[in-house]
Each structure stands twice: as C-alpha cells, then as structure tokens.
T-cell receptor, first 112, second 113 residues
Framework: GESVGLHLPTLSVQEGDNSIINCAYS??????FIWYKQESGKGPQFIID?????DKRQGQRVTVLLNKTVKHLSLQIAATQPGDSAVYFC???????????FGGGTRLMVKP | DVKVTQSSRYLVKRTGEKVFLECVQD?????MFWYRQDPGLGLRLIYF???????EKGDIPEGYSVSREKKERFSLILESASTNQTSMYLC????????????FGPGTRLTVT
C-alpha cells in the first residue's frame, strides 16, 4: 500500500545549528503535505504545509522542501533551539480526500 | 484558536471493561477523527466522522466503535477493552472546506491491565 516514511528515527543537533528532517512518500497522487510537531505529553501541532505545485515554502525559522521527482519531503529548522526538541511527523493527503497518512516520526533532540 | 479537548489525559482500565473516550472541539468543524499512536507505528486512523450521526471506518476499526450525536463531540468506545488496546489515543478535527491540516487534542494515554 501507499505509505509515508521517515529516514531517521532520532536526530541530535547542537543548539544553534540547523536541523534537517527527511520524509519519503510513495503516493504519487498526494498533492498536499504537512509537517507536525509533537512535544512530550501533547498532541501534534501544525507547523507548515506545502502543496505539490510548489518546491519550497518558508515559515518562521522553518522551511519545507518538496522534491516530487524522488518523492521526498524535508523540514529545515534554522538556528535550532531547545524548544524545538520534539517528535516531528510528516503527513500526506490528496486535498479532495481530506484524509491524512502519517509517517512514523523523527525525534529531534537539541543539545545545549 | 482552535481548541480540541479530550476528557481524560490518563486512564487505567481492566480487561473487559467498557471504555469511553470523549472529544470536543469548539470551532464548528465538520470532520472529526480518532487515531491511536504507538511507538514505531505512527498515527493510525481508527474512525472518522464527517457529520453528525455519520461515521466511517479508518484503517484499524476492529474492537472500537464511535458516536457522534452532536457536531462538536465525537466519542470513541472500546466495548470490551483488551491489553492490546493500551495506547495513546488522539482526537482531531478539521473544517470540510479548508486545507486539510487537522487540529489535535492533547491525547489520552490508556492503559488496559
């Protein structure tokens, strides 16, 4: 079946460095992608999204890149802070369907 | 801000008990979802509802049922809890005519002993 996956289960970075979290997807019909952040003891929170007609989208300290050729999605966090420590999920959907398929999650650990 | 609340943060139940998990959203969203979250498996969809009294099975509906009597409330029911239903349960909602990012509640960690 179709799936969304992550390459690395845990990523450890130094405070102030940039972080890159990767995600591979296999459903070529997906046209909308979302990144969520889940802090310990909380539900996932929306970070940023991107539609398939875009290659890049920037938010505050975060950038999402989409490479449709290799079905790859990444989340870049600039100047990583201790508050960025969390599990990050990618999710995909076809906009019309409104159903999300989630990846397994990557834990980001920020070292002071 | 969208607010999705869940009735309990932590629950401990015995095998065979009937368990109710309640979810309420305050943004008049049409769609509501129940997921379970397990280490290494990510979020898996149990049931969803796109309107009052409407429900659809997700990927893992076995052992669960749902109820949506009011638009703002979506309940997950474990008719006879089993130890393999020990998990984190997450409720989410979204508006039908908006981009499909879902808004999540804080989760209920259920332990079945």
């Amino acid at each position: 079946g179709e799936s969304v996956g992550l390459h690395l289960p845990t990523l450890s970075v130094q405070e102030g460095d940039n972080s890159i979290i990767n995600c591979a997807y296999s459903n070529s019909a997906s046209d909308y992608f979302i990144w969520y952040k889940q802090e310990s003891g909380k539900g996932p929170q929306f970070i940023i999204d991107i539609r398939s007609n875009m290659d890049k989208r920037q938010g505050q300290r975060v950038t999402v890149l989409l490479n449709k050729t290799v079905k790859h999605l990444s989340l870049q966090i600039a100047a990583t802070q201790p508050g960025d420590s969390a599990v990050y999920f990618c999710a995909e959907t076809q906009v019309a369907g409104n159903m999300l398929t989630f990846g397994g999650g990557t834990r980001l650990m920020v070292k002071p | 801000d969208v607010k999705v609340t869940q009735s309990s943060r932590y629950l401990v139940k015995r095998t065979g008990e009937k368990v109710f998990l309640e979810c309420v959203q305050d943004m008049d969203h049409e769609n509501m979802f129940w997921y379970r979250q397990d280490p290494g498996l990510g979020l898996r969809l149990i049931y969803f509802s796109y309107d009052v009294k409407m429900k659809e099975k997700g990927d893992i509906p076995e052992g669960y049922s749902v109820s949506r009597e009011k638009k703002e409330r979506f309940s997950l029911i474990l008719e006879s809890a089993s130890t393999n239903q020990t998990s984190m349960y997450l409720c989410a909602s979204t508006r039908v005519d908006s981009p499909p990012e879902q808004y999540f509640g804080p989760g209920t960690r259920l332990t079945v002993t």
